[in-house]
């Protein structure tokens, strides 16, 4: 199949020229990193900004300096940029990444790739029909921790595994621009696809393959606020047990933690440089850094992750996490909602209890008042 116009493009040009870069959605994480992230890239241009909401765009604009660069409908750029960061809601993730797939023009996906397989299936076989790059935002693949977990887990460093457990929790923190998160039609889920696809998409990079268990949310036909899922995974031959609590309504320990039959493995949400090792007969703990690693500034991992996308399309590469890494999240994610039971909820069903022990009496003394006056 012939090159699209795009991609010849960029193949006559090389590295001549800065990539023209579209960012399609305006919320919050448009905002907070993406746009800083593109403006500072030596490697792209920023072309365009689009968000259906007007207000939102002129709030941008004036913000960050930008030109006469907006748009209001997504299809008007489609001759105008070269890659696109999509930062839409996620059930416009398949939808908006095929139009721009099928043209040729690259797309970095915020997570989660999509809302269901399926979705994910054809966004990954759009990509291969337009020749297109097509990368997802797991930005935390890029911190340096999650390399050297794995390394470690899998050099030996703790010997035989145990058990491993993530717990990521906050009191509230559904706050977003377009609200999209609180309904199962837009988001595809709760706290899981929403909250917990980051570390869902570590663990099977860390630990490989695994069986899923067993599954729990407090859904209640909604999107769940807190649920509970446990795993398996093959490490060095061995079995694994691994248990992933996530919630919305409380703060939790915020870390992974890897039990060895030497030691215990601890990051912390957002330790992106070391991770903390407790050696199993000791009485301190250790912060163990990547081999090499520089003693330099905290660098901004999604201009990071920008980069490794403009790199992988100006190379003809693979980004870090492409369209199929992302699928395998995305699956594990539905599986979990196929299966999932109801969450134990004793601070509720105990209150419950006692007002159904309550109600009957009242019921029927009520009762017998009205048929008394009716009559």
């Known amino acids: 199949m012939e090159l699209d116009s795009h991609v010849k493009n960029l193949a006559l040009t090389g590295r001549e020229r800065r990539m023209r870069l579209g960012i399609i959605g305006c919320g919050a994480i448009a905002e907070g990193a993406h746009l800083p992230a593109a403006l500072t890239s030596p490697r792209a241009e920023l072309t365009v900004l689009t968000d259906t909401s007007e207000p939102r765009l002129r709030h941008l604009q004036s913000e960050?300096?930008?030109?006469?660069?907006?748009?209001?409908?997504?299809?008007?750029?489609?001759?105008?940029?070269?890659?696109?960061?999509?930062?839409?809601?996620?059930?416009?993730?398949?939808?908006?990444?095929?139009?721009?797939?099928?043209?040729?023009?690259?797309?970095?996906?915020?997570?989660?790739?999509?809302?269901?397989?399926?979705?994910?299936?054809?966004?990954?076989?759009?990509?291969?029909?337009?020749?297109?790059?097509?990368?997802?935002?797991?930005?935390?693949?890029?911190?340096?921790?999650?390399?050297?977990?794995?390394?470690?887990?899998?050099?030996?460093?703790?010997?035989?595994?145990?058990?491993?457990?993530?717990?990521?929790?906050?009191?509230?923190?559904?706050?977003?621009?377009?609200?999209?998160?609180?309904?199962?039609?837009?988001?595809?889920?709760?706290?899981?696809?929403?909250?917990?696809?980051?570390?869902?998409?570590?663990?099977?990079?860390?630990?490989?393959?695994?069986?899923?268990?067993?599954?729990?949310?407090?859904?209640?036909?909604?999107?769940e606020a807190n649920c509970v899922a446990r795993f398996q995974a093959e490490v060095l031959g061995q079995a694994v047990p691994g248990q992933v609590i996530l919630s919305k309504t409380h703060r939790l320990a915020n870390r992974l933690r890897v039990i060895g039959e030497t030691g215990t493995l601890e990051v912390r949400e957002g330790q992106a440089r070391s991770v903390h090792f407790s050696p199993a007969h000791g009485k301190f703990q250790e912060e163990i850094f990547p081999a090499g690693m520089p003693a330099a500034e905290e660098p901004d991992y999604f201009s990071v992750q920008l980069d490794d996308f403009l790199r992988a399309i100006q190379?003809?590469?693979?980004?870090?996490?492409?369209?199929?890494?992302?699928?395998?999240?995305?699956?594990?994610?539905?599986?979990?909602?196929?299966?999932?039971?109801?969450?134990?909820?004793?601070?509720?069903?105990?209150?419950?209890?006692?007002?159904?022990?309550?109600?009957?009496?009242?019921?029927?003394?009520?009762?017998?008042?009205?048929?008394?006056?009716?009559?």
């Open 64 to 223: 960050f300096g930008l030109g006469p660069i907006t748009r209001l409908d997504y299809r008007d750029t489609f001759d105008l940029v070269d890659a696109v960061i999509l930062a839409l809601p996620n059930n416009l993730h398949a939808p908006v990444a095929i139009e721009f797939l099928s043209r040729g023009i690259h797309v970095l996906c915020e997570k989660p790739l999509a809302s269901t397989l399926e979705e994910c299936e054809r966004m990954c076989r759009a990509a291969d029909a337009g020749h297109a790059v097509l990368a997802v935002g797991y930005v935390t693949r890029f911190f340096p921790s999650t390399e050297l977990t794995k390394g470690l887990i899998h050099s030996g460093f703790l010997g035989s595994l145990q058990s491993f457990d993530y717990e990521f929790g906050t009191a509230g923190g559904w706050v977003t621009s377009s609200g999209y998160n609180l309904s199962r039609a837009t988001s595809g889920g709760g706290v899981l696809m929403v909250s917990g696809s980051h570390f869902i998409d570590r663990m099977l990079y860390i630990f490989g393959p695994v069986e899923l268990i067993d599954y729990r949310d407090d859904s209640h036909g909604g999107v």
């Open 315 to 375: 190379t003809h590469s693979l980004p870090r996490i492409d369209g199929a890494q992302g699928t395998l999240s995305v699956a594990l994610m539905e599986q979990c909602y196929r299966i999932a039971s109801r969450l134990d909820e004793p601070w509720n069903t105990s209150t419950l209890d006692r007002l159904r022990a309550a109600m009957p009496q009242v019921c029927e003394e009520n009762t017998v008042l009205v048929q008394e006056r009716s009559n």
